[in-house]
C-alpha cells in the first residue's frame, strides 16, 4: 500500500480560483507498463480528473512525451489542454486544431539503423515519432550503454538540431529548444490557463523542465518519488482535491 503521512502539504497549493493542473501521464497518472500500448487507466481517475477541472475552471492539461491522439484515447475528453511529444504538438482546448513547432526531419538513416538494432538486440524496441524516436531497453537493460553511444553519435552530426533525452530505459531522440518547459509555458499562456499559477507534476528526468517552468510562473513542480511515492499516491491525493480534501484546499 502507497504511504500517505509525507504527501504535500494543501497549503503549497494555489486555491483553485488561480490553480492550473499540468500532469505527466506514463509513471504519474498511470503506472509504468511494459510498453506504451500496455498501461491501464485506473478505476476512477478519469472521473476524478473531471472533478478537478470543474474546480479549477477547466484549466487542467496533461503534458506528456506521447503522441496527442494516445492521451486521447486513453482519457477521452478529460484534460482541457493536452501537449504531446514533450510540446512539440499542443491542442490548447478541446475541438482546436492541434499546433505542431516547425521542427527538422528525422534522417532516415536513423530509422533504417534503428530496426536493425531492435533486430540484434531482442527485447529493444523502437518508438517512432512523428520529430525523432525513442530507443527502449527496458526489455534488454545490457543494451542500454551502447544505445546511448549510438543515440549521441547520430546527434552530433545534426549541428545541435536535436538532442538525446536519458528517460527510464529509454534513450529518446527529439529536437533541441523543444521540451515540457516549453509545453508549460505554451499552455499558461491561453485561457483559461492564464494568470493562473501552475502545478506541474511529473515523475522522469523530461519533467524536470516541465517543474522547472512551474516554479518560474510562480507555481510549484512536484516529482514521483520525491514528493508522492508513487502514482497510486498520487492519484488518491488527486482525488481528496477533487472531492474538497480535509477542508484545508479549496474548502
Known amino acids: 500500500m502507497s504511504k500517505t503521512s509525507s504527501l504535500p502539504s494543501l497549503d503549497r497549493l494555489p486555491p483553485p480560483a488561480r490553480a492550473a493542473f499540468l500532469l505527466d501521464f506514463d509513471g504519474t497518472l498511470v503506472d509504468i507498463a511494459p510498453t506504451p500500448e500496455s498501461v491501464v487507466v485506473a478505476p476512477g481517475l478519469r472521473d476524478t480528473l473531471r472533478r478537478l477541472r470543474d474546480k479549477c475552471g477547466n ?11 494516445q492521451i486521447d484515447h486513453f482519457l477521452p475528453d478529460v484534460p482541457y489542454a493536452v501537449a504531446g511529444e514533450h510540446g512539440i504538438a499542443i491542442r490548447h482546448a478541446p475541438g482546436q486544431p492541434v499546433e505542431r513547432a516547425a521542427l527538422p526531419p528525422v534522417p532516415q538513416a536513423w530509422m533504417d539503423e534503428a530496426e536493425k538494432l531492435a533486430a540484434s538486440h531482442p527485447g529493444v524496441r523502437i518508438e517512432h515519432k512523428k520529430a525523432g524516436l525513442v530507443l527502449h531497453y527496458r526489455g534488454a537493460p545490457d543494451a542500454g550503454p551502447a544505445l546511448g553511444q549510438i ?13 538525446v533525452q536519458a528517460a527510464k530505459m529509454a534513450w529518446e531522440i527529439r529536437p533541441a529548444g523543444i521540451d515540457k518547459g516549453h509545453a508549460v509555458e505554451a499552455v499558461m499562456q491561453g485561457a483559461p490557463f492564464a494568470g493562473r499559477l501552475p502545478i506541474f507534476v511529473g515523475d522522469d528526468v523530461t519533467d524536470e523542465d516541465g517543474m522547472r517552468e512551474a516554479v518560474r510562473l510562480g507555481g510549484v513542480g512536484f516529482r514521483i518519488p520525491n514528493d508522492f511515492p508513487d502514482p497510486a499516491a498520487f492519484r488518491a491525493w488527486l482525488a481528496g482535491l477533487a472531492q474538497g480534501g480535509d477542508g484545508a484546499w479549496g474548502g
Do not use: Y
Open 151 to 163: 543515440a549521441d553519435e547520430w546527434v552530433k552530426a545534426t549541428n545541435g538540431a536535436f538532442h
Open 59 to 69: 484549466a487542467l492539461a496533461v503534458i506528456s512525451g506521447r503522441p496527442i491522439e
